[in-house]
């Protein structure tokens, strides 16, 4: 279960929920749990108004190895995961960000100064794609698959060992 979205104002100055929308944890997550990191933590301003957002933890080479070990390490499971249950996972994925969506671009939009509406879009952008490749993982073929505004998604079937 997750949590309730924060309920944020359509409009206005938006600038006190961007506390409320951070991360708790700024460390660094794989294989389920969070992790400090060796090196310094980075500090993260918010571009329009300079305020500080917070620290985030910088992963160096150790991490990076750690978090790819963990991540290969879950691949075999995943691989043998049923398609439908691969998919279900996928499409709870896309319910999620758009359930968080303007908690996601208020915070996307401190970070980066972007408007919160444009980062909504992204938002709900990722979430489409999440949707998008649920319904691959039942078609997959290999092939060359047009998308929207002309794009192609290529799909290539390749065994990893």
């Not at 949590?3 to 409320?20: F, K």
């Not at 992790?35 to 301003?45: K, M, P, R, S, V």
């Amino acid at each position: 279960m997750t949590a309730a979205p924060i309920v944020l104002p359509d409009s206005g100055d938006l600038s006190p929920y961007v506390q409320r929308v951070l991360p708790r944890s700024s460390g660094l997550f794989w294989d389920g749990r969070w992790h400090e990191g060796a090196d310094q933590a980075i500090a993260t301003f918010n571009p329009s108004t300079g305020e500080r957002l917070a620290d985030v933890t910088s992963a160096g080479s150790a991490e990076v190895d750690a978090a790819v070990a963990s991540a290969k390490a879950a691949f075999p499971a995943w691989a043998e995961t049923p398609p439908l249950q691969r998919a279900a996972l996928l499409r709870e994925a896309a319910r999620r960000v758009r359930l968080h969506s303007r908690e996601l671009a208020l915070l996307d939009a401190a970070n980066c100064g972007n408007p919160v509406r444009a980062m909504q879009m992204d938002a709900e952008i990722a979430a489409t794609q999440l949707d998008y490749f649920a319904g691959l993982v039942l078609e997959i073929k290999g092939e060359t698959i047009p998308t929207a505004n002309g794009a192609l998604n290529y799909e290539g079937v390749q065994n990893f060992v």
